[in-house]
């Protein structure tokens, strides 16, 4: 069956601590648990997308060693596509190093590994799979250059282009924005996008003003428990979050927008489709770790 949605992005082993607290620079800190799931923004995404219902190709790099094939093994058992999830020979898989505390927190350190090799190149040898999707989704734990040949390609194609920037260190290139349908960042990333400090509502809503002036379609900034806020040239509209006990929101925000995308690709509204991937998310931070804490569309109501 062709793909619904296509990823063009990371895969990550996670190596993941919990501890109290995050430790401060300097500091060697005692830790509670240790775990080692899949993950990596792309593959998180895609594999929320399969969970909650859609059809999804992976275009991605691991790399030559037991946790690339770990990597690939478990987008497979999720019935995701895998032609395009290629073997770097000679470097690593993209590893991510997290510690969680005490109150869901965390921060996270990435080494690209084969992530850091994938090339516009590679993905253009799929453009098949580009041409039969109808949404495509991209992240920042990729090489720029290949984001924006992925976001220009899915313009030209007249496809739904989604671009979750993250991890985002400053303003995104100007020649991207106009290829973008929908540009998802956290309250951080909207901020660092856009120089527009973001602490509320008001302020997430300038920024993503900003951000559609600039030529983007329509902006959805996601503010944890205070929900999402998106906005277009006609106005902006606030979806509030479930209420939930939180244990680890990594990957909160990638089964945000893989729900969203599912939803989007089953025939949901727009607001619908928000509205599902936020219920998504709810649920995927009760739970710990990154791909183990994705729900399946049965768990929802
Ligand atoms: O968004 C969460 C992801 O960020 C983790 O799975 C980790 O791999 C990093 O890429």
Redesign the pocket.
Known sequence: MKAKVVVVG?L?M?LVARAERLPRPGETLAGETFFTVP???GA?QAVAVARLGGTVAMVGNVGDDAYGQQLRQALEVEGIDCQAVKVCEGVSSGV?L?TVDAASQNC?V?IPGGNGLLTPQAVQQFDGLLQAAEVIICQL?VPADTVAWTLARGRELGKTVILNP?PATGPLPTQWLAHIDYLAPNESEAQALTGVPVSDLDSARRAGERLVQLGVRKVIITLGAHGALLVCAQGSRHFPAPKVKALDT??A??TFIGGFAAALVRGLTEDAAIAFGQRAAALSVTRAG?QPSIPYLKELP
């Open positions: 990371s990550n996670d993950g990596g923004k998180n991510a997290i996270i990435i734990e993250a990594t990957a925000g990638d990154a």
